[in-house]
């Protein structure tokens, strides 16, 4: 057997160092329960960054992909793929979206809806390319959307950007309207700012966007990747928020439960992009849409999201308990089981570090933010032991 030791070696010799890793290595998981390849178990409310929704090794998912692995793993973009289909339909059919495309990312998910909003600026908007964006977003690392994601760490080492983006506060429609030229084809919002720091949207600021976007001609695109799948309670985010239905709406993390699986949507109004517009070697492979299906049929099927709000509710309490208890945590917000916790210090990395000791693996968002993303399946037990590390941790993070 490999040794931990052994493992960390190889990685500071062989990879590209583009990461600090925490330290345990990770090699099982099952539901919200992960374990280290020296035995060690933890709870997991980061949950694979979003990604497992259904928890680590879902029986229906690793079902599907071990059948899909025996039958046909790719055919090339010219021929149908069976488990696309019905993944595609289970959206539609539950979201504002007539069409999709699958893709490998998030990151693609966007480049995709970037394009398709270029190609409507062509067709209906006299050649308009540009894309308004939020100050704070997180969009990917691609080259176009490291010019969407409006945060100077992901943009000035790669300096000149990519144009036809512009990066605008969050919560302020004004300055969208202030942004907003014949040049603009489309807004790109995510409705709660995960990487940013689990951001909420003011009451009526999206439906606000979505009506000037409209008033203009111009697509509101929502950046669902973090928040779709389940993770704010309902199957995609937007479905939190009143009257507020996306023209263009973006998938990713969750969506294959594990398998690297992207997606856009589009309503069929700005359905534009024609044979040999767009196109993508693996993506909406047989092996990650088997995996992509699988997860959504549970997810629909057993009603996971809403029966995840249980969870929820369950967390928001334990959380704003210890905001009682610590006059330094100043906000608990989020929704679903997408939740921040805002501290008036910098030691969400102190408190990360030391519940990661206990046997609990969180985010620090931001130096003073805590992001919980646990499955949308974790139980109120497995909540109770990860605030019991969490105060534990705090109490230790505060006191040095
Ligand atoms: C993670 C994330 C992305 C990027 O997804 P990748 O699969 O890493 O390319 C894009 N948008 C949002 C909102 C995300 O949270």
């Known amino acids: 057997m490999t040794s931990t030791a052994e493992y960390k070696e190889l990685e500071s010799k062989y990879y590209m160092q583009v990461v600090r890793r925490m330290p345990p290595v990770l090699v099982r998981g099952e539901g919200t ?10 709870l997991d409310f980061t949950a694979g960054w979003a990604v497992l929704n259904l928890g680590h090794s879902h029986p229906e998912v690793t079902r599907a992909i071990q059948e899909q692995a025996g039958k046909i793993l790719q055919m090339s973009n010219l021929f149908y793929t069976v488990p696309q289909l019905p993944l595609a339909k289970v959206i539609v059919d539950n979201s504002a979206a007539d069409r999709v495309f699958f ?19 062509k067709l209906k908007l006299d050649g308009a390319f540009e894309i308004i964006t939020t100050l704070d977003s997180f969009h990917g690392r691609t080259q176009a959307m490291m010019a969407a994601t409006g945060q100077p760490a992901y943009q000035d080492n790669w300096r000149p950007l990519m144009p036809g983006f512009v990066n605008v506060p969050y919560n302020d429609l004004e300055a969208i309207k ?10 790109l919002l995510e409705p709660i700012q995960g990487e940013g720091g689990v951001n909420m949207p003011d009451d009526g600021y999206l439906k606000a966007v979505m009506d000037f976007c409209h008033e203009k001609n111009i697509l509101f695109m929502l950046d669902e ?4 799948m389940g993770r704010l309670g309902t199957l995609f985010g937007y479905q939190q928020f009143d009257g507020v239905e996306p023209d263009v709406m973006t998938l990713g993390k969750a969506l294959g439960s594990g398998a690297p699986l992207g997606a856009f949507t589009c309503k069929e109004f700005c359905s534009v992009l024609e044979p040999g517009d767009h196109g993508s070697t693996f993506g909406g492979n047989a092996l990650t849409t088997a995996a992509g299906a699988a997860a959504a049929r549970v997810m629909v099927d057993e009603d996971i999201p809403a029966e995840s709000l249980k969870a929820s509710a369950h967390l928001v309490g334990r959380l704003t308990a210890l905001k009682e208890k610590y006059d330094f ?16 210090r910098d030691i969400a990395g102190a408190a990360v ?7 609990l693996l969180l985010n620090a968002v931001r130096p003073n933010t805590l992001r919980f993303m646990p499955p949308l399946t974790v139980t109120n037990e497995e909540i109770d032991q990860a605030v019991d590390i969490l105060d534990a941790a705090l109490a230790k993070a505060s006191a040095e």
């Open 33 to 42: 329960k992960v374990i280290d390849n020296d035995g060690k178990e933890y």
């Open 103 to 121: 893709c490998n990312s998030g990151a693609e998910a966007n480049e995709g809806a970037a394009k398709l909003a270029r190609k409507w600026g």
């Open 178 to 187: 202030a942004a907003y030229t014949e040049s603009t084809c489309a807004v």
């Open 225 to 228: 990747v973090q928040t779709g």
């Open 329 to 344: 945590i100043k906000e608990v917000r989020g929704m679903g089981l997408l939740i921040g916790m805002e501290m008036t």
């Open 353 to 359: 570090a030391e519940s990661l000791e206990n046997g």
